[in-house]
């Protein structure tokens, strides 16, 4: 089983506040992690990214952190702006058969309220 | 910054047609991919290609579906015979490694094909 979940369709949030977008997995094989976002009409662009031996990487206003144990990941947003307001979609990279795959969540609709 | 082009942005063909959708891949990547999303739905991968051979696909690509890079610099997807559960956003993608295969290297993404089956 290797699932990816999102299992927050969207989430609201007002601007300035902090975003948390979770994602939750079942393969503890799977090597790293990572989020994009995507606009609509455009592809989903690459935003952040966590190895599996780390518990925590931060790039400006996005912190992923990552709980093996708990197989779950978290993408904090602080603080949101208008322009945060996307899809994000949380994927995870594993080997499976001799090969490396991408397995990709379904995706939370982030809506940053004025 | 160097990005992954695709054209056109919107197609619409009848079921039965043959489509092809084109992109043009990040000039020094190596490994490129099609995936799709159905409105409403995940991101779904359909193939991967590397050094003018399939190297991965899914289940979804079947033998309607066949992928080439006819020169240097573009890669495209032909679908033989269109059906109405083909339409969807196609996504081309480009990598400097193999999709998954390294932290550092993750896929670019051009902005779609919304493809229509009428």
């Known amino acids: 089983d290797q699932q990816v979940k999102q299992n927050s369709p969207s989430l609201s949030v007002q601007e300035g506040r902090i975003s948390i977008l979770n994602c939750d997995y079942t393969?503890?094989?799977?090597?790293?992690f990572l989020w994009y976002k995507k606009y609509p009409a455009e592809g989903p662009t690459f935003l952040i990214s966590?190895?599996?031996i780390k518990d925590k990487n931060e790039d400006g206003r996005f912190t992923v952190f990552l709980n093996k144990s708990a197989k779950h990941l978290s993408l904090h947003i602080v603080p949101s702006q208008p322009g945060d307001s996307a899809v994000y979609f949380c994927?995870?990279?594993?080997?499976?058969?001799?090969?490396?795959?991408?397995?990709w969540g379904a995706g939370t609709k982030l809506i940053i309220k004025p | 910054e160097p990005e992954v082009t695709q054209t056109p942005s919107h197609q619409v063909t009848q079921m039965g047609q043959e489509v092809i959708l084109r992109c043009v891949p990040i000039s020094n990547h190596l490994y490129f991919y099609w995936y799709r999303q159905i409105l409403g739905q995940k991101v779904e991968f359909l193939v991967s290609f590397y050094n003018n051979e399939i190297s991965e696909k899914s289940e979804i690509f079947d033998d309607q579906f066949s992928v080439e890079r006819p020169d240097g610099s573009n890669f495209t997807l032909k679908i033989r015979s269109t059906k109405l559960e083909d339409s969807a956003m196609y996504f081309c993608?480009?990598?400097?490694?193999?999709?998954?295969?390294?932290?550092?290297?993750?896929?670019?993404f051009g902005n779609g094909t919304r493809l229509t089956v009428t």
């Open positions: 393969n503890s094989m799977f090597d790293y």
């Open positions: 994927a995870a990279s594993v080997k499976w058969i001799g090969n490396y795959q991408l397995i």
């Open positions: 993608a480009s990598s400097e490694d193999k999709e998954g295969s390294s932290y550092n290297s993750p896929l670019h």
């Open positions: 966590i190895s599996s």
